[in-house]
């Protein structure tokens, strides 16, 4: 197996391994210069010399050069006093040339030779022209990086809707996706003002615990379901996953929470859990059963109806020519008697 050192670029980002070569005596909050793709830079130890799986490295491993020595850290400290600068000579040149971009933050790598311009923006930008009249101003190798909503709240940091920092920014190093499903599997408001942060995505906290909620709602039954419980039959109209429970209302219309052991199940058979109002395949079964029987009843309904309609229909035949008989035998009638 592989020894690797994890190393990070800025704080609270992504862990990257690199190759320490012989420098087994590296250890955690040291720095060190590092070859990458794009040239050398300073990095952090978060993970001293270690044993990784073969799986876990991906690609081409780069490797650790040297330590950093305290000129490296003056001249990274040097340029980082000028970020703050730049930003603001940034912002001014996209707003000159009228480009539909927010410029979020600008970063020096250690030795100046390059600046690195994260912006976010809705759709692409052409920033040529920008680019062309950055390099001229500072008189070095720039780059521009598009960002996400999500990359653009971890840089610009802030407090999140628990009134603490947020969570990108103090410990999590890498995003995982997040679904309306995460919500709704914890019963939560499918309001977006309620489930979004400040970046205005889907919470991150939503996905800490849907593992658990996942696993909990497996035993849960279905809201609306019927069930019988120690106290009579009734109906789930709540479910409470983490207390194991549910809340039932009765026949009485009382609204009583039983824990889940304690329901019974309605059905005989043995195919029934004993906790759900019946699978998906068996309601759907029964749904499709029923409205069989209904358009077969409709149909009854109409074919009596026509049979009625058609008997009424020779019925008033009947009855008219019973009444030109009667009129025809009076009329002879009349003619004996004159």
Known sequence: MPVVVGVQFQPVSKVYYFDPKDQLSLASDDYVIVDTAKGQEVARIVQPPHQVDESDVVGEMKSVLRRATAWDMVQKDRWSRKEAEALAVCREKAKAHKLKMKVVRCEYNYT?????????????????????????????RIEMRQIGARDEAKLLDGVGKCGRQLCC?????????????????????????????????????????????????KKMPKIGSEAITPQGKGRVRYIHPLRESVTVRLESNAMVEFPVDELI???????????????????????????????AKQGK???????????DTQESKAGR??????????????????
């Open 112 to 140: 100046g030779g390059r600046l690195t311009v994260y912006f976010s923006a809705e759709n692409r930008v052409d920033f040529r022209a920008l680019v062309r009249e950055l390099a001229r101003t500072f008189r070095t």
């Open 169 to 217: 920014t103090s410990w999590l190093r890498e995003f995982t996706a997040i679904s309306i499903r995460m919500a709704k599997n914890q019963q939560l408001p499918l309001n977006p003002d309620e489930i979004s942060g400040v970046c205005g995505r889907l919470l991150c906290c939503l996905s800490y615990e849907d593992a658990n909620y996942r696993e909990q709602n």
């Open 265 to 295: 199940t309605a059905k005989s058979g043995g195919k029934s859990c004993g906790t759900c109002g019946g699978c998906t395949t068996t309601r759907r079964a029964s749904a499709d059963a029923d409205n069989a029987a209904q358009r």
């Open 301 to 311: 309904s109409a074919k009596s109806s026509d049979a009625k309609e058609g008997g």
């Open 321 to 338: 020519k019973r009444r030109r008989r009667r009129g025809r035998r009076r009329g002879s009638t009349n003619k004996n008697t004159n």
